[in-house]
C-alpha cells in the first residue's frame, strides 16, 4: 500500500539536486571552483531521478488510480512538472560534462514539459472544484517552467525555440504571480506544510534572468529588474527564516533547493556580466548557502525515509 502513496512531488529532489549541479558547474568558472564537484552532483542526481521514475513508474502500473487522483488534485497536479523540469535541467547540465546526451534529453524535457504546460492549464481553465485559496507558488512550476528551456536551447542551436519557451513563461510568471499575491494578501494565510513553496517566487525571475541574457547574448534594462526582483525575494523570504525553521519537515522544504540554486546561478551570471564586487561576494554566500541547505534536506529526507515517514496517506 505504501507504493501507492509515493509521491510525484519527490521529482522535487532530483530538480534541486540538479540545480546545485548547475551552481558548482557554473563556480567552476566564476569562483574557480574544481570540475569533480559539478560531476559528482550530477551522477548524484542522475542516481536519485532514476530511483524516483523507477519508484513512480511502478505506481503508475500498480495503481493507476492513484496517479489519476493526484492529476486531479489543485497541489498535486502541477508537481508532475517537476519530471519535464528534471529533465530539462539534465539536458543543460549535459553540455559540460557528457554533450552527446543533452540534446535528447534537452528536447525530450522540453516537449513533455509543453504537453504538462498544456494540460495543467486546461484543467485550470475547465475545473470544477479549484479555488483561490488552492493556489500556491508550486502552480508556477508547469507554465512558468517554461523558462528553463532556454538556458540551453540557445547553446544548442535552437533559438527560436528558446524565445518561444521563453515567451510562455514570462507571460504566465506575471498573470500568477499576481493571483498568487492576491490569494496571500487577501485570504487565508498558506497551510504550514505549503509555507515552503514561498521560496518559489524566487525562481522564475532567477531563471528567466539566466534564461534571458543567454537569448540575448548581454545584460540589458529587463535583465537588470529580473535578477533585482529575484533579489529583493531572496531578502524578503530570508527575512522570516525564523517562521521557517519552526515548521516541522515534509517534501515541501524541498522547495527551498531549486529556487536558491537559480538564485546563486543567476547572481555569477550577473557577476561575469557586470564585474562589480559585491556580485562575486553575494554569489559565494548564495553558493554556500544553497550547498548547505540542500546537504541538510538530503539529510532531513533520508531520516524521514528510514523512519517511514515518507509515502503515507495525506492527513
Same mark, same amino acid.
Not at 519537515?249 to 540554486?261: D, K, R, V
Given at each position: 500500500?505504501?507504493?501507492?502513496?509515493?509521491?510525484? +512531488?519527490? &521529482? *522535487?529532489? $532530483? =530538480?534541486? @539536486?540538479? /540545480?546545485?549541479? !548547475?551552481?558548482?558547474?557554473?563556480?567552476?568558472?566564476? #569562483?574557480?571552483?574544481?570540475?569533480?564537484?559539478?560531476?559528482?552532483?550530477?551522477?548524484?542526481?542522475?542516481?536519485?531521478?532514476?530511483?524516483?521514475?523507477?519508484?513512480?513508474?511502478?505506481?503508475?502500473?500498480?495503481?493507476?488510480?492513484?496517479?489519476?487522483?493526484?492529476?486531479?488534485?489543485?497541489?498535486?497536479?502541477?508537481?508532475? +512538472?517537476? &519530471? *519535464?523540469? $528534471? =529533465?530539462? @535541467?539534465? /539536458?543543460?547540465? !549535459?553540455?559540460?560534462?557528457?554533450?552527446?546526451?543533452? #540534446?535528447?534529453?534537452?528536447?525530450?524535457?522540453?516537449?513533455?514539459?509543453?504537453?504538462?504546460?498544456?494540460?495543467?492549464?486546461?484543467?485550470?481553465?475547465?475545473?470544477?472544484?479549484?479555488?483561490?485559496?488552492?493556489?500556491?507558488?508550486?502552480?508556477?512550476?508547469?507554465?512558468?517552467?517554461?523558462?528553463?528551456?532556454?538556458?540551453?536551447?540557445?547553446?544548442?542551436?535552437?533559438?527560436?525555440?528558446?524565445?518561444?519557451?521563453?515567451?510562455?513563461?514570462?507571460?504566465?510568471?506575471?498573470?500568477?504571480?499576481?493571483?498568487?499575491?492576491?490569494?496571500?494578501?487577501?485570504?487565508?494565510?498558506?497551510?504550514?506544510?505549503?509555507?515552503?513553496?514561498?521560496?518559489?517566487?524566487?525562481?522564475?525571475?532567477?531563471?528567466?534572468?539566466?534564461?534571458?541574457?543567454?537569448?540575448?547574448?548581454?545584460?540589458?534594462?529587463?535583465?537588470?529588474?529580473?535578477?533585482?526582483?529575484?533579489?529583493?525575494?531572496?531578502?524578503?523570504?530570508?527575512?522570516?527564516?525564523?517562521?521557517?525553521?519552526?515548521?516541522?519537515?515534509?517534501?515541501?522544504?524541498?522547495?527551498?533547493?531549486?529556487?536558491?540554486?537559480?538564485?546563486?546561478?543567476?547572481?555569477?551570471?550577473?557577476?561575469?556580466?557586470?564585474?562589480?564586487?559585491?556580485?562575486?561576494?553575494?554569489?559565494?554566500?548564495?553558493?554556500?548557502?544553497?550547498?548547505?541547505?540542500?546537504?541538510?534536506?538530503?539529510?532531513?529526507?533520508?531520516?524521514?525515509?528510514?523512519?517511514?515517514?515518507?509515502?503515507?496517506?495525506?492527513?
Amino acid at each position: 500500500m505504501r507504493l501507492a502513496h509515493f509521491p510525484v +512531488a519527490l &521529482f *522535487s529532489m $532530483s =530538480l534541486g @539536486l540538479l /540545480g546545485l549541479t !548547475l551552481v558548482w558547474q557554473q563556480a567552476r568558472f566564476v #569562483l574557480g571552483a574544481p570540475r569533480f564537484i559539478g560531476d559528482g552532483l550530477l551522477g548524484l542526481a542522475a542516481s536519485v531521478f532514476t530511483l524516483i521514475v523507477i519508484g513512480y513508474g511502478l505506481k503508475l502500473i500498480r495503481h493507476p488510480d492513484a496517479v489519476v487522483a493526484e492529476m486531479a488534485h489543485p497541489i498535486k497536479i502541477s508537481f508532475f +512538472a517537476t &519530471f *519535464s523540469a $528534471s =529533465l530539462i @535541467l539534465f /539536458g543543460t547540465a !549535459l553540455q559540460t560534462a557528457l554533450p552527446p546526451l543533452a #540534446l535528447p534529453l534537452w528536447a525530450l524535457g522540453a516537449a513533455t514539459h509543453l504537453l504538462f504546460t498544456i494540460m495543467i492549464i486546461n484543467r485550470w481553465m475547465h475545473h470544477e472544484q479549484f479555488e483561490v485559496t488552492h493556489i500556491n507558488p508550486a502552480w508556477f512550476i508547469p507554465a512558468v517552467g517554461n523558462i528553463l528551456v532556454p538556458i540551453a536551447g540557445v547553446n544548442l542551436g535552437y533559438p527560436s525555440v528558446a524565445w518561444f519557451f521563453f515567451s510562455i513563461g514570462v507571460v504566465f510568471w506575471l498573470v500568477l504571480l499576481s493571483i498568487i499575491f492576491y490569494r496571500v494578501f487577501f485570504h487565508a494565510p498558506l497551510p504550514e506544510r505549503l509555507l515552503p513553496t514561498l521560496f518559489i517566487l524566487i525562481a522564475p525571475p532567477a531563471a528567466g534572468f539566466v534564461a534571458y541574457v543567454e537569448l540575448i547574448g548581454g545584460i540589458d534594462s529587463f535583465a537588470r529588474v529580473q535578477v533585482n526582483i529575484a533579489l529583493f525575494f531572496t531578502l524578503l523570504l530570508l527575512s522570516q527564516v525564523r517562521r521557517f525553521a519552526a515548521l516541522s519537515f515534509t517534501l515541501s522544504f524541498w522547495a527551498y533547493s531549486f529556487p536558491l540554486a537559480a538564485m546563486s546561478v543567476a547572481m555569477m551570471r550577473y557577476h561575469q556580466l557586470t564585474d562589480t564586487p559585491w556580485t562575486w561576494q553575494l554569489s559565494v554566500v548564495l553558493s554556500i548557502l544553497t550547498t548547505l541547505l540542500i546537504g541538510w534536506l538530503v539529510i532531513l529526507t533520508a531520516k524521514a525515509a528510514m523512519h517511514g515517514r515518507i509515502c503515507l496517506p495525506d492527513s
